[in-house]
């Protein structure tokens, strides 16, 4: 496919607002990761909770969105001067010829959850100030970025769990390859609300202690939150030397909340993205693994990297670091794998002190200074969602 | 750029409507209104009996879409796009109502059914296809971009493309804040190679500034405000079943347009 410019980049998690804190944070090799003290939540765990988020405001005109994941999405954009390249594009391009493509699973049920425990539950109303279309609609984060924004483009949301904002790229590459857009900022936002919190737990994925990707004694995934967006454009040559260069997706058709045993799938997406990018598994400096740090998933996402790069390639995952972002991890990794590329670092993997014996990639402990060429991201979600990307220097 | 793409396969479910059959026997008809006694109800025969017993209703009746539109042909080589205003609404709204009385034992079948890619799954599981199912939401405009991805996904060079748009009635108390009063539900299969087409499509984005432009001049009208998230996909259809050539503008997801001349 032809290289596609990431014009902006920026990131909100536990680290805080910017990808300032987030690099620091993962070229010290810390984590972000704290006690679970999120309201509501009664068993031991560790998240990934974005700071001050509760003290945050939205524009008062915009009060109808006022949503937790909204207010991450309001603060991720305004770091990184992204509004103001944001709008130089729309000054160029018009507003209506730049798309919005956001990947999330939770949108605003937090506020929904809330919404419930205000009803008579046995046939009572919602609250009057509950907002179902601006807040817990599963399009309300892309509604809410174009209105944010002053953006008139296509948009749509991608819902496909895990892997949302993964696939975010590849709907925003097919829009600039036809020429529906001149730019597109994609992205992703997922916040803490019960529902997760209690829906991962009912599974068995939630660990007491934090998360220990690919570690001989992991016992499960600590749940963070964030957003993140880039703008993507058909410019040969980005401003920061950095572009989209291939994407891969598949299906595992094989359960819904389980990964396939073998990385059948896991590994058709990254032999997919390879071919997309035209490039050789040799060619991969670095993966940044979905490294969710369950049994099963990590299991099954090792031997779809084996399969595919061998085991000679390193790779890492940083949800011991900021927490399983769930519908944003895809764009978590996105913009960890730029900075990567920018700065000349791989990060390390928070939390791992042994790794499993019958994982067998070339997993990194702790951050390393790295030449990237060319830099894989993974993201697999339920349903057997998968989604890779690649990020190349710009030649 | 301009996209030209053969449906090769329809499923339809509607009040009233049973099938593809059915609605072209109603030339004239159009989604009710109000609440109908009588709402589609999904069977989800191609599932697994595991995995038919787990899946909800709605997720069911996806799938009973995504079978008629495919028909006998196999599913193992399609790429699936689903496209939802509500997506699960009914085992969110189980979800909350549990944790409102502070009920957090979740069921786990109930947890990975209420994700908006849920039918998706199941879809990925039914058809044994390796190929992406993506699932995504515009509210009201969900069927006009589900149908902008599918038709990227063939300029892309993809084949063999299958869109399933479907959306039930929420239960109360989301419903006094989403009136969607029907189950309404269809899907299309799209640029098949090895099946014969029904009508062609040709589609353009046009963006707002353009629409403003040209209304004035003959450009096609967008038709009637919807009421249903299905609206316009009944449209699409409807301009099928009466066999016309005729040009439509569908809402593709919040801004601009999608121009669509139809070929049956």
């Given amino acids: 496919m032809p290289r596609l410019a990431v014009e902006a980049m920026t990131l909100t998690n536990a680290f805080g607002p910017g990808c300032g804190p987030t690099l620091a944070g993962l070229q010290a090799g810390q984590s972000a990761l704290t006690p679970g003290d999120f309201p509501g939540l009664e068993f031991e765990t560790w998240i990934g909770r974005v700071p001050g988020i509760e003290t945050h405001r939205l524009p008062s005109r915009l009060g109808d969105f006022d949503a937790r994941n909204h207010r991450i999405i309001d603060l991720a954009l305004a770091q ?157 040559d980005a401003e920061d030397g950095i572009s989209l260069i291939g994407y891969g997706e598949s299906s595992d058709a094989y359960h819904m909340s389980s990964p396939h045993p073998e990385g059948i799938g896991a590994a058709r997406a990254i032999a997919d993205g390879l071919q997309r990018a035209g490039l050789k598994p040799s060619e991969i400096d670095f993966t940044l693994l979905h490294g969710t740090g369950t049994r099963a998933n990590d299991l099954s996402e090792d031997k779809a990297v084996i399969h595919t790069l061998g085991d000679k390639s390193a790779c890492a995952s940083i949800k011991g670091a900021i927490g399983h972002t769930l519908g ?68 | 750029m301009r996209i030209r793409i053969p449906i090769n396969g329809i499923g339809v479910r ?125 509210y009201d405009d969900s069927f006009g971009a589900g149908l902008a991805e599918c038709c990227l996904r063939y300029a892309e060079g993809q084949r063999n493309l299958l869109l399933v748009a479907y959306d039930i009635p929420p239960p109360h108390p989301i419903s006094l804040h989403r009136k969607i009063h029907n189950a309404v539900g269809g899907a299309l299969l799209l640029g098949a190679e090895d099946t014969s087409p029904i009508a062609w499509l040709t589609l353009r984005y046009a963006s707002s500034s353009e629409i403003e432009k040209t209304n004035t001049s003959g450009s096609p009208n967008s038709t009637a405000p919807a009421h249903h998230p299905g609206s316009a996909m009944m449209n699409l259809l409807m301009t099928i079943v009466q066999k016309k050539p005729t040009q439509l503008a569908l809402p593709s997801g919040f801004g601009g347009m999608l121009h669509i001349k139809v070929e049956p």
């Avoid at chain 1, 019958?358 to 997993?363: A, D, G, P, Q, R």
């Avoid at chain 1, 702790?366 to 690649?390: D, E, I, K, M, R």
């Avoid at chain 2, 699960?88 to 979800?95: D, G, L």
Wanted: aromatic content about 6%.
């Fill in chain 1, 80 to 236: 990184d001067r992204f509004r103001e390249k944001v709008s130089a594009l729309t000054r160029r391009f018009g507003s209506d010829r730049i798309g919005v493509i956001i990947g999330t699973s939770t949108s605003g049920i937090l506020e929904t959850e809330r919404a419930y425990r205000r009803r008579n539950p046995k046939d009572g109303p919602l609250p009057d100030d509950f907002r179902y279309r601006e807040r817990q609609n599963t399009a309300a984060p892309a509604a809410f970025v174009q209105a944010l924004l002053g953006i008139t483009g296509p948009a749509w949301v991608l819902s496909t769990a895990c892997s949302s904002s993964s696939k975010v790229f590849a709907s925003a590459a097919r829009l600039l390859q036809a020429g529906w857009c001149d730019a597109v900022i994609v992205g992703g936002a997922d916040s803490l609300c019960l529902t997760t919190l209690y829906g991962f737990k009912a599974l068995d994925l939630v660990a007491t202690l934090p998360s220990r990707p690919m570690d001989q004694n992991r016992e499960g995934i600590s749940i963070g939150e964030g957003a993140g967006f880039m703008i993507l454009t058909r410019a040969p």
């Fill in chain 1, 328 to 395: 944003a991890a895809g764009i978590m990794n996105a913009v960890v794998a730029c900075l990567s590329i920018r700065e000349g670092f791989s990060p390390g993997t928070a939390h791992l002190v042994t790794q499993d014996p019958e994982i067998h990639s070339k997993v990194l402990k702790q951050p390393q200074p790295l030449t990237a060429h060319h830099v894989l991201t993974n993201a697999f979600g339920f349903g057997g969602s998968n989604a890779v990307l690649l990020f190349g220097r710009s030649s």
């Fill in chain 2, 14 to 138: 509607a009040p009233g409507i049973e099938n593809w059959k059915a609605l072209q026997e109603n030339p004239d008809y159009v989604i009710p209104r109000d609440p109908a006694p009588e709402q589609p109800k999904g069977v989800g025969q191609c599932l697994p009996a595991t995995e038919r017993r787990r899946a909800t209703p709605v997720t069911r009746l996806a799938l009973d879409l995504a079978m008629e539109a495919t028909g006998e042909r196999k599913t193992q080589d399609l790429s699936a796009v689903f496209c939802s205003s509500g997506g699960e609404v009914t085992v969110v709204h189980q979800i909350f109502s549990m944790l409102a009385e502070g009920d957090t034992a979740l069921s786990p079948t109930a947890f990975h059914n209420s994700v908006h890619n849920a039918a998706a799954g199941y879809w990925s599981i039914a058809s044994g296809s390796p190929y992406p199912a993506d699932s995504l939401c515009a």
